[in-house]
């Protein structure tokens, strides 16, 4: 197996690639088969989150490459900008993973929130793509006041610390 520790933005080609829906992406710990059949290990910093057309770097040189799987989604369209701000505001609210478009929005296929964003007043259709969802305002890390660039740390919990 293959152990994956780091991302790769160096002059290599990726020689084989890992299809993972966004779920899959999201996670820092991970057993996978790439398209090629090798088997991967991920153990990348807590908080990674992959995105297709990234690159990853084995311990033993080997690059990979990640692309993100096609999912069952939901799209929501609509003419109206401020509509579709508002269906945009309300999954915000609850936390959802949205992916923007021009005139069009994007979740993981949902019937509770398709019967939301259909009362609100946009069209909804099923569509199958690759998910890229908005990273959020934190994507490059969450600091407070006061804080070096171990930030982050203040949200995770440790046993046994001395």
């Given at each position: 197996?293959?152990?994956?520790?780091?991302?790769?933005?160096?002059?290599?080609?990726?020689?084989?690639?890992?299809e993972l829906s966004?779920d899959?992406?999201?996670?820092?710990r991970?057993r996978?088969?790439?398209?090629?059949?090798?088997?991967?290990?991920?153990?990348?910093?807590?908080?990674?989150?992959l995105r297709?057309g990234q690159r990853?770097?084995?311990?033993d040189g080997?690059v990979?490459g990640v692309?993100?799987?096609v999912e069952?989604l939901t799209?929501?369209r609509c003419e109206?900008p401020?509509?579709?701000?508002?269906?945009?505001?309300?999954?915000?609210?609850r936390?959802?993973a949205?992916?923007?478009?021009e005139?069009?929005l994007r979740?993981g296929?949902?019937?509770v929130?398709?019967?939301?964003?259909?009362?609100?007043?946009?069209?909804?259709h099923?569509v199958?793509?690759?998910?890229?969802?908005?990273?959020?305002a934190?994507?490059?890390g969450?600091?407070?006041?006061?804080?070096g660039?171990s930030?982050?740390?203040i949200?995770?919990?440790r046993?046994?610390?001395?």
């Amino acid at each position: 197996m293959l152990s994956i520790e780091r991302l790769y933005d160096g002059p290599v080609s990726a020689s084989d690639h890992l299809e993972l829906s966004f779920d899959y992406r999201t996670r820092s710990r991970l057993r996978a088969r790439t398209v090629g059949g090798i088997e991967v290990g991920l153990f990348l910093p807590r908080g990674t989150i992959l995105r297709g057309g990234q690159r990853l770097q084995a311990d033993d040189g080997t690059v990979i490459g990640v692309r993100a799987a096609v999912e069952a989604l939901t799209e929501a369209r609509c003419e109206d900008p401020l509509l579709l701000a508002r269906a945009a505001y309300h999954l915000g609210n609850r936390h959802v993973a949205v992916q923007l478009g021009e005139g069009w929005l994007r979740i993981g296929a949902d019937h509770v929130l398709g019967g939301m964003l259909a009362g609100l007043g946009v069209a909804l259709h099923a569509v199958d793509a690759p998910f890229e969802p908005e990273t959020g305002a934190y994507a490059h890390g969450h600091q407070h006041p006061g804080e070096g660039a171990s930030g982050a740390r203040i949200h995770e919990y440790r046993r046994n610390a001395a």
